[in-house]
């Protein structure tokens, strides 16, 4: 089994700054992505920001110069740090991570977090 444990979420003002940070255990063999995505109500889930086991980054447009991705490879743990934050940023935040499981050859998985709410308001 592999589990993913996100903290970070919370209530801010506009223009503030917020780390979301996502630790990934279990049985996992190699990670190929790791990355957040966000729903805000009524709406789609869409990507905010990857970062693959080569570090290449992919962000929304929506988010790029505001959010940066990184990861602690030895903690197997992503961060989502937001700054200049809006209301329109307001969503829950799912960590997703992609990897090969342990005894399991080459596929990959996909594995969601329970999601962390961050609301942006005055």
């Known amino acids: 089994q592999v589990q993913l444990v996100e903290s970070g979420g919370g209530l801010v003002q506009p223009g503030g700054s917020l780390r979301l940070s996502c630790s990934a255990s279990g049985s996992i063999a190699s990670i190929v992505a790791m990355g957040w995505y966000r729903q805000a109500p009524g709406k789609q889930r869409d990507l905010v920001a990857t970062?693959?086991?080569?570090?290449?980054?992919n962000y929304a447009d929506a988010v790029k110069g505001r959010f940066t991705i990184s990861r602690d490879n030895a903690k197997n743990t992503v961060y989502l740090q937001m700054d200049s934050l809006k209301p329109e940023d307001t969503a829950v935040y799912y960590c997703?991570?992609?990897?090969?499981?342990?005894?399991?050859?080459?596929?990959?998985?996909?594995?969601w977090g329970q999601g962390t709410q961050v609301t942006v308001s005055s």
């Open positions: 970062m693959t086991s080569d570090d290449i980054t």
């Open positions: 997703n991570l992609r990897a090969q499981r342990m005894g399991f050859g080459k596929l990959v998985y996909t594995y």
